[in-house]
């Protein structure tokens, strides 16, 4: 199908652009595009006007001091390949991996993987490992929203019609830890089924910190914070993992839909949790 | 109707026209610049037999406006081939091994291993694999395809090397 006919504007500026986005009702903000396209092709959106942000080069810059500040234009090519993503944050790199096709990161961005907000999205699951924060401008000003309080519900971010995401900030982890990644998706590149992300701190062969995130199971990615909770001071001992896996992972309400029920999303993501565990554990002392 | 001025570089020559700003690049390859070697399948980004290359990047013509091209370079298939009409490598080596059949996937399967094996042609199985993953076809079966992306592979990491 074809997208519907709409008035495009391409702003030059951050400020001309939050005057677009103020004064045009109904307008849509065009990043990557690699979700937006499709849903303009198949006309479930019809907007009025499309701001295309693909002007805005001070949005496509990544820089480190004691964060990570990454512009909300960032390809996810971009990601894939930076130099300080690989230092600072490996697990984004990892993620990656499982995020479409070389041919959608060449034109996807960061800010729009999280103002999409698919369910099964792996850079919001990413995002929420290190509880980023995100700024969001308006033509009255920016805001800092954390991550835990960005996805209302599905689809839906934290985010008004006359807003734009500027910015993301990661902090990351003190060195040593370690960084998991597990997905499953029926083809690769399609949207997951179940995934994991997975951050793991020990000592003495203790676990002293951990932070799980979960995609592809619920309306929402998220922080599995029963989960942590569990496991935060227990041995890191897979075998005693997998027992206390168990309770939390029977706490969710899994999606069920034309793809997969619900109760093998369950069996998918016991399995995928267990692993992303044991990968970030074998990765806790490489550093 | 809006429509947009746009110009661009296709297959290197210069071209510049008005279109409206809900075309996708994949239309106006095939209805404004007459060529019609780029296919259009899904339309949303999950057959890939639309990929074209911009700026060096494999993308999907049909999840890029056209008026996002502006001042870009674009290759489509029509461009893969040498200009006195001497086949590419990998258009050697997809007749070589069968690699094509009805032929609607097979542009895209080109423009896209074209970029991604002119980037680095030392490629793994795995690597070749997960590259054309983004790429549908239903004739096949693949295998002719990875046989013949090893093979072009080789040819081009030869060709580096001359």
């Known amino acids: 199908m074809k997208a519907s006919a709409f008035t495009y504007h391409k702003p030059n500026s951050l400020d001309e652009a939050l005057g677009l986005l103020k004064s045009e009702e109904e307008a849509k903000v065009l990043a990557g595009g690699q979700s937006l396209m499709p849903m303009l092709n198949m006309r479930f959106v019809q907007p009025e006007t499309v701001v295309d942000v693909n002007g805005l080069s001070e949005l496509s810059t990544i820089s480190f001091t004691d964060r990570v500040e990454l512009g909300a234009l960032v390809r996810q090519k971009t990601l894939a390949t930076d130099t300080i993503i690989e230092q600072h944050l490996p697990v984004m790199r990892e993620a990656l991996k499982w995020v479409g096709h070389f041919q959608t990161q060449s034109r996807g961005t960061i800010g729009g993987s999280l103002c999409h907000l698919d369910p099964a999205s792996e850079l919001p699951m990413v995002a929420l490992l290190y509880d980023a924060e995100l700024q969001v401008a308006s033509a009255s000003g920016t805001r800092v929203i954390p991550i835990k309080e960005w996805g209302l519900a599905y689809m839906m971010p934290s985010i008004g019609p006359d807003e734009l995401l500027t910015k993301i900030f990661i902090k990351p982890w003190d060195k040593p830890y370690g960084f998991g990644f597990q997905e499953f998706a029926r083809r690769h590149g399609d949207f997951a089924i179940a995934a994991v992300g997975c951050l793991l701190k020990l000592k003495n062969g203790v676990i002293t910190d951990i932070a799980i995130s979960i995609g592809g199971v619920e309306d929402v990615p998220r922080r599995f914070i029963e989960c942590e909770d569990e496991l935060r001071g227990s041995n890191y001992d897979i075998n005693e993992i997998k027992q206390r896996i168990v309770n939390p992972l029977n706490q969710i309400n899994y999606l069920d839909d034309s793809l997969v029920t619900g109760s093998y999303r369950h069996k998918l993501l016991k399995g995928l949790l267990a692993r992303a565990i044991e990968q970030a554990g074998t990765r806790t002392n490489s550093d | ?162």
């Open chain 2, 1 to 162: 109707m809006q429509e947009q001025d746009v110009q661009m570089h296709v297959n290197g020559k210069p071209v510049s026209g008005k279109v409206e700003a809900r075309t996708h690049l994949g239309d106006f390859l095939r209805q404004a610049v007459g060529l019609t070697g780029t296919h259009l399948g899904c339309e949303h980004g999950v057959c890939g037999a639309c990929t074209v290359i911009v700026d060096g990047d494999a993308v999907r013509s049909c999840l890029m406006l056209a008026v996002q091209a502006d001042n870009c370079d674009v290759t489509t298939i029509e461009g893969i081939a040498e200009e006195n009409g001497s086949l590419h490598p990998l258009q050697e080596a997809f007749r070589n091994n069968h690699a094509l059949q009805c032929g609607f996937c097979t542009a895209g399967m080109i423009t896209s291993l074209y970029a991604f094996l002119s980037e680095n042609p030392n490629r793994s199985d795995e690597e070749i694999r997960e590259a054309i993953s983004g790429n549908i076809c239903r004739c096949t079966g693949y295998q002719g395809i990875i046989s013949a992306a090893k093979e072009a592979a080789a040819k081009m990491a030869k060709d580096n090397r001359n």
